[in-house]
């Protein structure tokens, strides 16, 4: 286990084998900055991000960052949006190190990335998906169990019996994903053959994050149970309860069309909730975890809790 977290760092120039997931409406400049600085991957989370605001966060994540850092800032990019070529351009121009590719082929970047020197890791659900990520040449994969907040798999694997089906299909190195906000999960997923983490709803509760602070509070107050996986009929998402998710599960009650749902989901409805703290009509995509999480720290301080297991 040892040597397999030592060679995921030294590929990767981490301190910490912990990828900050790159979320919609939370994961920008200032909290992709600090985790770099504090040894992980910090990502900005591109992904509801026009490019003017990419260009943006890009400009202050490296002002923020650190020189000797910069290499750890990451971009991630799904790449079923409109304009993610310009937004890949962006992070090339930027000269950003690490691409996540999600929602997508792997193929349809990775070789053009490598070429540019660039590091790829895609995400995936399945260990059939996962094969074809290695077949493209991706450097690692996150396999994201469907404990995890936001966009997820439809075949509703959890992260304890994905992780171990992906390593022992792949050569590359793996990343959980998927419940994982402390150290005592942190451990479970490296005995499962894991050679590093991404963390995402924990860092929703951190101070850098942009997600509003009712959103924050709502987690806080989450119990357990109170998120599910909706939306199958179009892009299944685990969501926080509220009305919105109420509305979207008597939906499916009553077996409405795939046009249905997509007329109730409309736009912006992450925003509305992630980023303006709307908690009654807003989408609030949270993972499985949010029923642990009662306290808003600082990046560092959530990382030196989780970096613990590796001290």
């Known amino acids: 286990m040892k040597k397999r977290i030592k060679d995921f ?6 301190n910490f084998p912990i990828i900050q997931a790159g979320m919609i409406w939370v994961s920008g400049s200032k909290l992709a900055s600090a985790c770099a600085n504090e040894g992980i991957m910090g990502t900005i989370g591109a992904g509801s991000m026009k490019p003017d605001t990419l260009e943006h966060h890009l400009k202050q994540a490296l002002e923020l960052t650190k020189k000797e850092n910069r290499n750890k800032l990451a971009i991630n990019l799904p790449l079923l949006y409109h304009g993610i070529e310009e937004q890949i351009e962006l992070a090339i121009k930027y000269e950003i190190r690490n691409f996540i590719t999600s929602a997508g082929s792997p193929k349809k970047f990775t070789s053009f990335l490598k070429d540019k020197g660039k590091k790829v890791i895609h995400v995936t659900s399945s260990s059939e998906l996962a094969k074809k990520c290695e077949v493209a040449k991706v450097d690692a994969v996150i ?97 926080l309860n509220n009305e919105f998710s109420r509305q979207i599960q008597e939906l499916q009650s009553q077996g409405a069309s795939q046009d249905a749902f997509i007329k109730l989901l409309g736009k912006g409805r992450a925003k509305k909730g992630i980023f303006d703290g709307d908690l009654r009509e807003g989408e609030l995509e949270v993972g499985q975890v949010s029923s642990t999480l009662n306290t808003i720290q600082s990046a560092k301080e959530i990382i030196q809790d989780l970096a613990s297991f590796y001290k």
């Open 143 to 239: 396999a994201e169990g469907f404990e995890a907040g936001g966009h997820n798999g439809r075949n509703e694997t959890t992260t304890i019996v994905l992780i171990p089906q992906v390593v022992d299909t792949l050569s590359i190195p793996v990343i959980a994903a998927g419940g994982i906000a402390d150290s005592r999960q942190i451990h479970a997923a490296h005995a499962l053959g894991a050679s590093g983490v991404q963390v995402g709803s924990r860092f929703i509760m951190a101070k850098e994050s942009s997600a509003h602070h009712n959103f924050q509070q709502a987690i806080m107050k989450a119990k357990e149970g109170e998120t599910k996986l909706l939306l199958k009929e179009v892009v299944p998402v685990r969501l």
């Open 9 to 14: 760092c030294d590929f990767f120039e981490l």
